[in-house]
């Protein structure tokens, strides 16, 4: 059984920091891409970043220069540092990963999801 458990979601002011990490665990051969996605209430769920395992990045055009993502692939770890936060940054944020279990078996997982809330 394959886990994502996510941390360090919470409420900032506009302007500030928040830092997102996202740890696998479970049956584990390998994991290949990882990401970030957000949904704000009444909004579809968006790629927000992305990161491939030997650490090729995309970013959604909104969070570009804003956001960094990054992973530890001893740890099966993917972090978000999300720096100048706005409001319109208000959403659930999810993380995926394609997770490997054997060598011919593959899946997506997704997190739980955590708020990060940005008031102005």
């Known amino acids: 059984q394959v886990q994502l458990v996510e941390s360090g979601g919470g409420l900032v002011q506009a302007g500030g920091s928040l830092r997102l990490s996202c740890a696998a665990s479970g049956s584990i051969f390998s994991i290949n891409g990882m990401g970030w996605y957000r949904q704000a209430p009444e909004k579809q769920r968006e790629l927000v970043a992305s990161i491939t395992r030997r650490g090729n990045t995309n970013y959604a055009d909104s969070v570009k220069g804003r956001f960094t993502v990054s992973r530890d692939n001893a740890k099966n770890t993917v972090y978000l540092q999300m720096n100048s936060l706005k409001p319109e940054d208000t959403a659930v944020y999810y993380c995926?990963?394609?997770?490997?279990?054997?060598?011919?078996?593959?899946?997506?997982?997704w997190g739980q999801g955590t708020q990060v809330t940005v008031s102005s």
């Open positions: 995926n990963a394609l997770i490997w279990a054997t060598t011919f078996s593959s899946a997506a997982y």
